[in-house]
C-alpha cells in the first residue's frame, strides 16, 4: 500500500510540474491534482490496454508514435471527467502527457517494484 501511494504522488508531482511547463494545462486545487493522478492511474491501467490494442494497426504503421497520441487522450479524458482540471486543448494535452510520462519515469527510477527506496551501494576494493 505504501508503494501505490508514493506512485501517486509521483504522478501528482509530475502532473504539477508539467503544469507549470504547458501554458494550457492547470489544476484549480491541490486536492484536483490528487484525483487527476489518480484517475490518470485508473485509466493508465483499466482504459489505456484496451485503446491500445483497438488502435494496434496505426500504431504499427506509425512506428509507436500513435501512442503519443493515446497517452494524450488518457490525460483528456481525465480532464474531461473531472472539474477543476483544464486542458486547453489537444496540444496541451499532448505535451502535458509527455512531460508527465517523462517526469514520472525520471521519479521512478528511485523506488523500486515494491515502493521502497532502493540504495545500492557499490564498494570497491
Known amino acids: 500500500m505504501q508503494g501505490f501511494f508514493l506512485r501517486l504522488l509521483i504522478t501528482a508531482g509530475a502532473m504539477w510540474l508539467a503544469s ?17 493522478a489518480l484517475w490518470l492511474g485508473i485509466f493508465n491501467a483499466l482504459v489505456r490496454p484496451l485503446v491500445v490494442l483497438l488502435t494496434l494497426p496505426l500504431t504499427l504503421v506509425t512506428l509507436g508514435l500513435f501512442l503519443l497520441v493515446v497517452n494524450a487522450a488518457m490525460l483528456g479524458l481525465v480532464a474531461a471527467l473531472l472539474a477543476g482540471f483544464t486542458l486547453s486543448g489537444f496540444w496541451s494535452a499532448f505535451f ?10 525520471l521519479a521512478s ?9 532502493d540504495v545500492l551501494i557499490v564498494q570497491r576494493h
Open 20 to 36: 507549470l511547463i504547458v501554458s494550457g494545462m492547470s489544476f484549480a486545487s491541490g486536492w484536483t491534482l490528487l484525483w487527476a
Open 109 to 117: 527510477n528511485f523506488i523500486g517494484p515494491s515502493g521502497r527506496y
Open 96 to 105: 502535458g502527457s509527455i512531460l508527465i510520462s517523462l517526469f514520472s519515469a
